[in-house]
Structures are given as structure tokens and as C-alpha cells.
């Protein structure tokens, strides 16, 4: 971190922040969403900004997701920066054509002609009582597509930098927030300016037993759970990759040869996800040095379900990651 | 526009129509050779051919500036080369070769050229209209006075898109033309079976201003897109204009036996009586602008044109293997 005054910061204010620098930095950036100009977004992430930079770069569109995802794409392929406001990450579902098939490929189809830089920014995670539509974690899906990078920050000091490189950026990046960390997670965050590179993991804690490899607000959780397996005498090593695609993925083989050991947690849904693929690259990374299995926890293969009870069933828990890490470790 | 003002233009313009007849030819041969090619197996994947419907691109792109944006169709090969596309370059691309426009990357659906505000033929069926409609907004933020044009077939209708963007373009006051090419099929699928309702109330409905052309006749439409872009660049939003065309050969030019979704007799009709290139050649016979010699000279050399940019396709290299992973991200 660079030496400077540092402010605990909201998830949601680093997210503002940086969308507000950038703004001022760079005219040709704008926001394009649902309820982000006078609402400041439902999750109230951008409150603010319409007042100072105006309607004419912070734009209330019509609920057409793809509509506006559309315009963004082509605005950016000439001369513009937009910053997409996908409210829920379900609706994601809604943009697949043009973030799948127009953004990810014009680059590469027009033989590197065209470039799109435009950043979607949305949401993941479950436990906000929203049920099956409001609630998944889709972003293993955009890791899928060449042409897109994708961007899962857990920190609001890594949202600030992280977001900042995105819109600089001159591809379509998506960035997933988890929606419980707006307002819930406060972090230290520089006054100064600085960003943070994509493809570079960050070692949030430093262990020598076993590798919890984590995403999003999973961090908060592989962190709980390595507490808990101090008390058990486990020292846990808590990796983030920060950014999906690129993928740095020298730093979570290195940690995993040092431990010898590896838990992969992220709330996607495991089945063909994220905790597959980084899984996959411990277990080739690293394979003569494990001393098991490398394991995985994500979302439950259910939709989410709405009865409270139910849905916290489904949700990686800081109690599932300690118990598995510690049978991994035979310790029990 | 009064039908004297409309005379006096098209007696100023000679240089204009002589244009529009070379590019209708153009385009016309340019397709002729990729017939060719395909069937003598020397192009790769698919090729849908815009005989026929000519005057549509042509027309409109005769009445933009080199800098204003289009976005174009599967059916693209008329956008790109009325916008200013060079054939040799084209057809390299067409046969999958580095000197194409992609670097033959993107093949026949997909060609895209900064230097000539071509955003990039399209694949998927009124894919591109999100796109257009995003230039014309950055034109209108950064107020760099282009508009977009954004072509697509009739049956681009039945996407939902469409009217996302018509919502988002009225709304928002934004410099872009969607040219609606009614060339009657969808596929191998009359529109009559796919499409409810009438067509230009369908951008009404948005109060987005609709008008109707003979998309035959590359005069008119040419007029028409003349007003409508006009209109555009001056602020006062979208429109939509509708174009009833005609699709001479198949979908793509594998489909030749097309009897169970349409006439010979049809094919003919059009062929003859409405083809947009004879049409023009005869007004301008017949309104003095050239004489039959005149437009067999511009035949002549327009075919040598074409052939000589196949031999240059031909000739070209394929693209080295490192290509494959270059472009994937800027």
C-alpha cells in the first residue's frame, strides 16, 4: 500500500469514490443504469455523484438491460467510457448477447480494429432474504468468455484501485460486488490516488498450513475460519485472487507448494465454477507438492431458496470452511 | 421536399447519380465473384448476398459523411463497400486471409473498418442495434454532429432489442437512422408469418418518426435518408425508415431450391421489372445524365475491378498461426 493518510471506508463509499475520480479525471466517462442518477442506486452506492457530474454523464435509463448494455457497448467502441450499473447479477442474464457475443469478440473479430472499453459493474451473493431471481452469483459464467475480464474485489481498498483499472482499461471488464458488502464491510482505504493491476493476487493473511483460496465476501468468511482453526493450532494462508480473468495464478500455486494443502471457497454455484477452474490450477500447479485432495465450497446446486432457514443452508459458512480445513489437515 | 426542388437536385447531382450507379454495380459484381467463389469451394463458411437490394445501401450511404457510423447485417457485403470499402480487402477477408480487413478473423459477417465508420457487420439478428445506438449517443455527448445508421433485415423485428433501443434513442434525443431492409423473407420463412401487425407503427408507437421508401429506387431512398439524417444531425432524434426490397438468390448461397417458400414467377418479377440497378441506368439514359456505352464503359471497368481484387484474395496469405491468440484483448 502507498504511503499515505488512510480513511476507513465503506465497501460502497470506495466504489463511489473511485467512480467519482475517475469522472473527474476523464469526461468521456459516464454511468448508465437503473435509479443511478437521483436514487444513487438502490443499494445507495452512488449517492452523490448525479450532483456533482450532472444528468447528462450520470443517466437514468429505461429497465431494458440489455437496451442500455447495447448502447454502452457501441458508445464505448466510439469514444466513450461508460460504466454499466447492473443492479442484481441475476440480470446478467439479460446483457449475455451483447456482453457474450458483441463486446468480448469485437475486438478479436475486427482483427483488433475496434476496441470496447466499457465497464460492467453488478452484484453477487445470497443471504439478502431476495429469493431464486435476486440472489446468484454468476460470475464463473463471464470467466467463461475470451475477451472479458473479470474482476471480484473483497476489500473496499481493493474496489477503489480495482475499479479505477477497469475503467482505464480497454476491454469490457465486469466488476461483481457482493451486495451485503456495501454498507457492512469498512476498510482502510488511501486519500491518495493509486491503483491496483489486474492479474495480481493479495496474500490477506499469511500461513503455513494450509491455503484457503477465497473471492468476494468469501474473503471475510475464509478469514473467520482461519481464526477459528488457530484455536485448533492451524495456521491458514488466505489467498485472493482479486481478479478471475486475468488470473494470477503463480501466487496461488506458490502458497499452495508452501502449505501443501488447499480450500478453494467462492458463493458461486462449484459445479463447473470458479472453485473448479482455481481448483483445477492448484491441482496441476502444485500437484507433487498436496498432501490431499484440494477441496471446494460454493453456493448449494439449488436455486436460492426465500425462507430464511433455507437460504443460510445454502451459503458457504465460516463454521463449513473451518470444519473442512481442519479434516484436511487431520486434525480433528 | 417539393417535387421541383427534388428535379433541380437531381440535375445538380450527375456526379452524385453516376456514383450511385457505380456503387450499385459494384456491389452487384462484388457478389457475382463471391457466388463464384463459394461455389467453386474457395470460400469458407457461409455467404449470404445482398443482390437485389442495392439502392437501400447505397442510397443511404450516399447521403452520410466518411465519418458517420454504421452497423451492418450477415448480409453486409452492400453496407460495407457503399460505406467505402475497398473489394480486394474484402474479399481477403471473405477467404480467411491476413490482408482481409479482420486479418481474417472475422470473415464474411463480421467486417468492421474504422476508416470508414463501418462498426461492424453483425452475426447475430439485430445484434448491431445496441451498438448504433451507442455511437450515435457518444456523438451526440462528445457533439461531434455524425449520426449512426443502423441496417438490419424485417426479420430483426421479432427481436426484443429493437424496441429497447428505439425506447432508449427517443428518449434520449440520439442522432441514429434504423433502416429496416423488408427484403420479405426471414430465412426461408415468409415476414407475413412472423410479423403481427404493421411495421412502421411499431416505431410510431415510440413517437419515433417513420417514413416508407421504394427500396428499389436508390433516388428515393436516397432522398428520404438525405431528410432523415438531416433531421438527425440537427437534434431532433431518431427515425426509422422502412425499405420493401427484394432478396434475389437464396438466405445464404447454398439454398437453391426455394420453391416451397417462394415463386420462380417472383423471383422473376423482381428480377426484372423492380431491379434496382436496371431501374437507375434507365432514368439515367432517359434523364441524359449518360448513354448506354457510358454505363457498359462503367461495366467493363467495374468487372475488372472485381476481378482483379479476387486474384489479390487469392494470392494473399492465410494468417500465421501466432494470429490466433493476437487481438483477444487490447
Known sequence: ?332 | MSIVSERAATTFSKDLWMHAYRQMVRIRMFEEQVNELYTRALMPGLAHLYSGEEAIAVGICEALQKDDYITSTHRGHGHCLAKGATPDLMFAELLGKEAGYCRGKGGSMHIADPATGNLGANAIVGGSMGIATGAAFSAKYLKNGRVAVCFFGEGALGQGLFYEELNLAQLWKLPVIYVCENNLYNEYTHYSETTAGDICTRATAFDVMAEEVDGQDVQAVYETARRLIERARAGDGPSFLLCNTYRYTGHHVGDINREYYRTKLEEQEWKTVRDPIRLHGERLVSEELADALALDALEAEVRAEMKAAVEFAIAASYPAAEEVENHVYA
Open chain 1, 1 to 332: 500500500m502507498p504511503d499515505t493518510e488512510y480513511r476507513e471506508l465503506t465497501y460502497a463509499q470506495a466504489v463511489r469514490e473511485a467512480l467519482a475520480e475517475e469522472m473527474r479525471r476523464d469526461s468521456r466517462v459516464c454511468i448508465l443504469g437503473e435509479d443511478v442518477a437521483e436514487a444513487g442506486t438502490p443499494f445507495k452506492v452512488l449517492s452523490g455523484l448525479v450532483e456533482e457530474f450532472g444528468t447528462d454523464r450520470v443517466l437514468d435509463t429505461p429497465i431494458s438491460e440489455a437496451g442500455f448494455t447495447g448502447l454502452a457497448v457501441g458508445a464505448a467502441m466510439t469514444g466513450l467510457r461508460p460504466v454499466v450499473d447492473i443492479m442484481f447479477g441475476d440480470f446478467l442474464t439479460l446483457t449475455m448477447d451483447q456482453m457474450v457475443n458483441q463486446a468480448a469478440k469485437i475486438h478479436y473479430m475486427s482483427g483488433g480494429k475496434w476496441r470496447v472499453p466499457m465497464v460492467l459493474r453488478t452484484t453477487l451473493g445470497a443471504s439478502r432474504r431476495s429469493a431464486a431471481q435476486h440472489s446468484q452469483s454468476l460470475h464463473a459464467w463471464l470467466s467463461h468468455v475470451p475477451g472479458l475480464k473479470v474482476v471480484i474485489p473483497s476489500t473496499p481498498y481493493d474496489v477503489k484501485g480495482l475499479l479505477k483499472t477497469a475503467i482505464r482499461d480497454d476491454n469490457p471488464v465486469v466488476l461483481f460486488e457482493d451486495k451485503m458488502m456495501h454498507h457492512k464491510l469498512k476498510g482502510a482505504v488511501p486519500a491518495g490516488e493509486y491503483t491496483i493491476p489486474f492479474g495480481v493476487a493479495d496474500v490477506k493473511r499469511v500461513g503455513t498450513d494450509i491455503t484457503l483460496v477465497a473471492t468476494s465476501s468469501m474473503v471475510q468468511v475464509a478469514l473467520g475460519a482461519a481464526a477459528m482453526l488457530v484455536e485448533v493450532g492451524i495456521s491458514a494462508e488466505v489467498v485472493d485472487p482479486r481478479t478471475l480473468w486475468p488470473l494470477d495464478e503463480k501466487t496461488l500455486i506458490e502458497s499452495v507448494k508452501k502449505t501443501s494443502r488447499a480450500i478453494v471457497i467462492d458463493e458461486g454455484y462449484g459445479r463447473y465454477g470458479v472453485t473448479a477452474e482455481l481448483a483445477s490450477v492448484i491441482s496441476e500447479g502444485a500437484f507433487y507438492h498436496l498432501d490431499g485432495p484440494v477441496g471446494r465450497i460454493g453456493a448449494m446446486h439449488v436455486p436460492i431458496p426465500f425462507s430464511p432457514p433455507l437460504e443460510d443452508l445454502t451459503v458457504p459458512t465460516e463454521k463449513a470452511l473451518f470444519e473442512a480445513a481442519r479434516k484436511l489437515c487431520r486434525k480433528s
